[in-house]
């Protein structure tokens, strides 16, 4: 016969009115308890024999997953980046208030970023030639980056103005 044990320090029994053991006809004192809401938080401690044991860890979940379940199984970690090789576009201004092309076309492109690292204004931009009124402004003396969201990177080619020949500028592309 199997001993199961079913303790609680803080209730009597009579505080588990819904512990219903049911036959299975075997005639073993075997079957299946069923035990509600209310009681099954009122129990402490659960004690079962390895064969019960066992029966209990074959259970699938069906609903959300207890933090005991958790720590049985490994849980998959997405990763979430890629390693890179970052290709340097850094430079200077070649012609004082000319665009001048910063990255070229590039399907496989994933990221860029421009640092303007000089005391005038620079701005770029990917839909045509960079001016003093269009692009993106890079606000001058101030180490202004800006970094094309990865979700929505262009792969046209990106052109960046100076107003004075000599302003430098970092950049990465990958």
């Given at each position: 016969?199997?001993?199961?044990?079913?303790?609680?320090a803080s209730s009597p029994p009579s505080a588990f009115p819904a512990i219903i053991p049911t036959s299975n006809g075997g005639g073993g004192g075997g079957g299946t308890v069923t035990i509600d809401g209310p009681s099954l938080a009122a129990l402490e401690t659960i004690s079962l024999d390895a064969a019960s044991l066992a029966a209990l860890e074959?259970?699938?979940?069906?609903?959300?997953?207890?933090d005991a379940q958790l720590r049985a199984t490994a849980v998959p970690v997405a990763v979430i980046g890629t390693p890179v090789t970052l290709i340097d576009k850094s430079g200077t201004i070649t012609a004082a208030g000319v665009a001048q092309v910063l990255a070229v076309t590039n399907a496989a492109r994933r990221g860029l970023w421009?640092?303007?690292?000089?005391?005038?204004?620079?701005r770029i931009n990917s839909t045509g030639a960079a001016s003093a009124t269009a692009g993106i402004a890079l606000p001058g003396g101030k180490n202004a980056l800006y970094e094309y969201p990865s979700h929505g990177i262009t792969t046209a080619a990106i052109s960046i103005w100076g107003a004075t020949l000599g302003q430098a500028f970092q950049a990465r592309e990958w």
């Open positions: 016969m199997t001993t199961q044990i079913i303790t609680s074959a259970i699938t979940a069906t609903g959300p997953l207890t421009v640092q303007n690292n000089s005391a005038g204004d620079m």
